[in-house]
Antibody, heavy 117, light 107 residues
Framework: QVLLVQSGAEVKPPGSSVRVSCKASGGNFRTNAISWVRQAPGQGLEWMGLIIPVFPTTKFAQRFQGRVAISADESTRTASMELSSLRSDDTAVYYC??????????WGKGTTVTVSS | DIHMTQSPSSLSASVGDTITITCRASQDISTYFAWFQQKPGKAPQCLIDVASQLQSGVPSRFSGSGSGTEFTLTIASLRPEDFATYYCQQYYDYPWTFGQGTNVEMK
């Protein structure tokens, strides 16, 4: 059974960067895609991008291109997402999720990122 | 991008009712399709993957069907714990996209 444990809540000023981590236990870390999905307050789900650690391959939603970086460390079974040039509308809960090997079958509990001066 | 349209956006139902939520994709996505349930303050939970494959631990009153561009989620004999928001999602092509959600509330 795969379990994803995410890092804790962050408060960041506008213009800064935030890094959220996601540690996986169980499952095949190398070949399962790990996605990042965010949810702004009161809004729906928005897929940001993914990484397949074995290659590694990354894919991103166009609106985040150039502002988001996704990486994976096989030795620690940890994926990370860094979002730069933060704006107030980046305030959201950020989830990591993994598939078998594709899709969003297992989710982390989410990390709240608040962008505020 | 592939656009996913859910209907209805919200619905009111009673315990014991059978409800159906529909999701339409803007292009053929085969069965690269999933349904999720989300309760307030919680992470989404995958209910159904590959359009009709029930995830482990999900009650059998949930069922999914469809392929191509039309998909349905049916919840039979609605229970109190089923009142939540439901999302559809395609993973046929990047970017993966979600429907706007269906809020199932108690009548």
């Amino acid at each position: 059974q795969v379990l994803l444990v995410q890092s804790g809540a962050e408060v960041k000023p506008p213009g800064s960067s935030v890094r959220v981590s996601c540690k996986a236990s169980g499952g095949n870390f190398r070949t399962n895609a790990i996605s990042w999905v965010r949810q702004a307050p009161g809004q729906g789900l928005e897929w940001m991008g993914l990484i397949i650690p074995v290659f590694p391959t990354t894919k991103f939603a166009q609106r985040f291109q150039g502002r988001v970086a996704i990486s994976a460390d096989e030795s620690t079974r940890t994926a990370s997402m860094e979002l730069s040039s933060l704006r107030s509308d980046d305030t959201a809960v950020y989830y990591c999720a993994t598939g078998n090997p594709n899709g969003l079958v297992v989710w982390g509990k989410g990390t709240t990122v608040t962008v505020s001066s | 991008d592939i656009h996913m349209t859910q209907s209805p956006s919200s619905l009111s139902a009673s315990v014991g009712d059978t409800i159906t939520i529909t999701c339409r994709a803007s292009q053929d996505i085969s069965t690269y399709f999933a349904w999720f349930q989300q309760k307030p303050g919680k992470a989404p939970q995958c209910l159904i993957d590959v359009a009709s494959q029930l995830q482990s631990g999900v009650p059998s009153r949930f069922s999914g069907s469809g392929s191509g561009t039309e998909f349905t989620l049916t919840i039979a004999s609605l229970r109190p714990e089923d009142f939540a928001t439901y999302y559809c999602q395609q993973y046929y092509d990047y970017p993966w996209t979600f429907g706007q959600g269906t809020n199932v509330e108690m009548k």
